[in-house]
């Protein structure tokens, strides 16, 4: 794996199709391997069913880790990190 992005997510569940879709934009064309990790943070709306239909239509490249609760930024951030593959 060359790339991991690690992005946390905190009730963006409306923001989240745009994200998706920019992502592929940039990615695609890209001659690595490549993966994103979100991290649900302990999100109070559909987030964690969004990204849970993202991973599963292409669990190549999304992977997905849910909080239970919200720990912040820097706790989805490290939880992201220790599950990435990428150099």
């Keep these: 794996m060359n790339l991991s992005i690690v992005i946390p997510v905190y009730n963006e569940r409306d923001n989240l ?3 998706f ?3 592929y934009k940039i ?6 391997t490549w993966e994103v990790i979100l ?3 302990g999100s109070r ?7 849970t239909e993202y ?3 292409d669990p ?12 912040g930024q820097t706790a ?12």
């Design 76 to 87: 989805a951030i490290a939880a992201g990190l220790d599950y990435s593959k990428g150099k």
């Design 45 to 51: 709306d559909k987030s964690l069913s969004v990204l």
């Design 21 to 23: 879709d920019a992502l």
């Design 60 to 71: 190549e490249h999304v992977r997905v880790i849910s909080f239970r609760r919200n720990f």
């Design 55 to 57: 991973a599963q239509k």
């Design 27 to 32: 990615m695609t064309p890209m001659q690595k």
């Design 17 to 19: 199709p745009l994200l």
């Design 39 to 41: 991290v649900d943070d």
